[in-house]
């Protein structure tokens, strides 16, 4: 069973990228903290084509991208997006929710902490000669 960790919405804020440009983006909120991922690269995570970076969000009048905090990746079985953060903590939604949040028939969609026992496996991204580091 998955525990709930938190939820992914709409940006209701115009946010401000690193280039200084107006920017549409969606807000995940993890464990009372905000992060952002720009729509576009959402949708192309979504397509299995990138990799969606996962952007603390800061708030000085406008809200602004700050610092990259992690990343945002279609899952091997294409029925979950995954999160994967610097700090080494992981996350996941599901496609289906995420897709009714993107064309608004639904608020919000929830966001669950993955178990460690799924964390310490063979990570997609760890090459033959790599091994996984084990969380502490």
């Known amino acids: 069973m998955l525990e709930k960790a938190g939820y992914i919405q709409k940006s209701r804020m115009i946010t401000i990228d690193e280039a200084g440009n107006p920017t ?11 992060y952002g991922i720009q729509t576009d690269e959402l949708q192309q995570a979504l397509r299995g084509i990138i990799s969606a970076r996962t952007f603390k969000l800061r708030t000085n009048w406008k809200q602004y991208v700050s610092s990259l905090a992690g990343i945002a990746y279609l899952s091997n079985s294409g029925r979950a997006l995954n999160f994967e953060f610097i700090d080494g903590s992981k996350f996941t939604t599901s496609i289906d929710s995420l897709r009714s949040l993107l064309t608004r028939r639904s608020p919000y969609a929830p966001v669950a902490r993955l178990p460690i026992s799924t964390t310490l496996g063979a ?12 969380h502490l």
Not at 123 to 134: I, K, N, Y
């Open 123 to 134: 990570h997609p991204r760890v090459g033959s000669a790599q091994r996984a580091l084990p």
């Open 24 to 34: 549409e983006i969606v807000e995940v909120v993890i464990e009372g903290r905000r």
